[in-house]
C-alpha cells in the first residue's frame, strides 16, 4: 500500500507561482510512475505531468514551459512546480502513483484574475 500526501496548494494572482508537494509512504519500492493531475469545477480529472517508469518526464500541452515535475528520492517526494499560473489553471491538484492505483486527498489550488 501506498500512502501520499500533497501540499503546497492555495490562492495566488495570475502570473504567480506555486509550488506542490507529494509526499510518500509505505511500499515506496512499489511505485513505477508518479504524477499530477487536476480537476477543476464541473470537469473531469486531467492530467498535468508524470514521471514515467524510465524516469522520464511528460507534461500536458496546457502546462508545458510552465510547469516542472521534479523528486526527491531522499525525501520520497514529488514536487509541482508551477510558473506564470493562469486562472483556468485553478482546480484540486492530486498526485498519483502508479495510475490509476493510488491517489492523494488533494490540494486545492485558485488563481485569480
Known amino acids: 500500500q501506498v500512502h501520499l500526501v500533497e501540499s503546497g496548494g492555495g490562492l495566488v494572482q495570475a502570473g504567480g507561482s506555486l509550488r506542490l508537494s507529494c509526499a510518500a509512504s509505505?511500499?515506496?519500492?512499489?511505485?513505477?510512475?508518479m504524477g499530477w493531475y487536476r480537476q477543476a469545477p464541473g470537469k473531469q480529472r486531467e492530467w498535468v505531468a508524470r514521471?514515467?517508469?524510465?524516469?522520464?518526464?511528460n507534461y500536458a500541452d496546457s502546462v508545458k514551459a510552465r510547469f516542472t515535475i521534479s523528486r526527491d528520492n531522499a525525501k520520497n517526494t514529488v514536487y509541482l512546480q508551477m510558473n506564470s499560473l493562469k486562472p483556468e489553471d485553478t482546480a484540486v491538484y492530486y498526485c498519483?502513483?502508479?495510475?490509476?492505483?493510488?491517489w492523494g486527498q488533494g490540494t486545492q489550488v485558485t488563481v485569480s484574475s
Open positions: 514521471f514515467t517508469s524510465g524516469g522520464n518526464t
Open positions: 509505505g511500499s515506496i519500492f512499489s511505485i513505477n510512475t
Open positions: 498519483c502513483a502508479n495510475f490509476p492505483r493510488y
